[in-house]
């Protein structure tokens, strides 16, 4: 099993560091993916090291996209090549799982009309005029994809993520 | 399942919010024990509610005694009632886990004399005066004890935990 985590300088630490761990923890490959390689930093101030960079990522060698939040995602959604991730994981209907600002990255991609989803709550706005049916709960899962709103989801996010990646 | 963390301000706070996040996934219950009850607050600034003031802490009603990291140890050590739910633990022979400076509450416990463990690097030299048999692996299992010694070390900690749990 293999997992790309899609993230930049000022993310949200524990929405990285704790799926990190977890999918290392169960034996996944992890890549991290940022605009070049090298250290990336978090909102907390904790060091993540991005081994690859948008542009070498091939989406098909992949089970799971995970996005975490933080204020990473504003400066994901201006890459094209990490639209281009998104929607070749949409494409595939391969899961995406995304926490907090992390959806952010699916509305510039135009994927999230018509879909139900959550996310953090200074998002929500912006999600509804982008037509998606928003949820106010600590996970939602429509079809290939997961959203959760903020840290202290992240238990039934990783739960759903894992009941997807087990299937 | 029941999960005791024992921990203070200026934890580390991967090293808590981890393995917190992943007992609440699996469904375990959870209790954070403090000096008093209330929000304690980690290194990198993440906020924690302790549900539980040590000496409200019955030890015998939890399978596993988890101890985060930082600068929290230090703190705790000096409690005596801290003390007292360690031995607790070894006296039954219940899963006691412990990274980074984690240990250094059961070497001022007096319970570490002749085991296997592991633990941040600055913490060695207190170790071996204690009678440890240190080893520098990621993972140390002696018994009841799994120690580790550092947030990059969280996945396997993990991994072994959960084992230990699981039998």
Redesign the interface.
């Known amino acids: 099993m293999k997992v790309l985590i899609v993230s930049a300088d000022n993310f949200e630490?524990?929405e990285l560091?704790?799926p990190y761990?977890?999918f290392?923890?169960e034996g996944y490959a992890v890549d991290i993916a940022s605009m070049t390689r090298g250290k990336i930093i978090g909102k907390?101030?904790?060091e993540v090291y991005a081994n690859k960079s948008l542009h070498d990522v091939d989406p098909d060698g992949y089970d799971l996209l995970l996005l975490p939040g933080g204020k990473a995602p504003e400066a994901i959604r201006k890459q094209p090549a990490a639209l281009e991730i998104a929607r070749r994981f949409f494409a595939a209907g391969r899961p995406v799982a995304a926490i907090c600002h992390g959806p952010q990255l699916l509305i510039t991609a135009g994927l999230l009309n018509g879909r139900r989803a959550t996310c953090y709550k200074a998002v929500v706005a912006e999600m509804k005029v982008a037509g998606v049916l928003y949820e106010d709960a600590e996970v939602v899962v429509d079809g290939n994809l997961v959203t959760s709103r903020q840290?202290s989801d992240?238990?039934?996010f990783?739960?759903e993520i894992?009941k997807m990646l087990r299937r």
Do not use: C, F
Request: hydrophobic share 40%.
């Open positions: 630490d524990s560091l704790a761990y977890r290392l923890e907390h101030g904790y840290p992240i238990p039934v990783m739960r894992m």
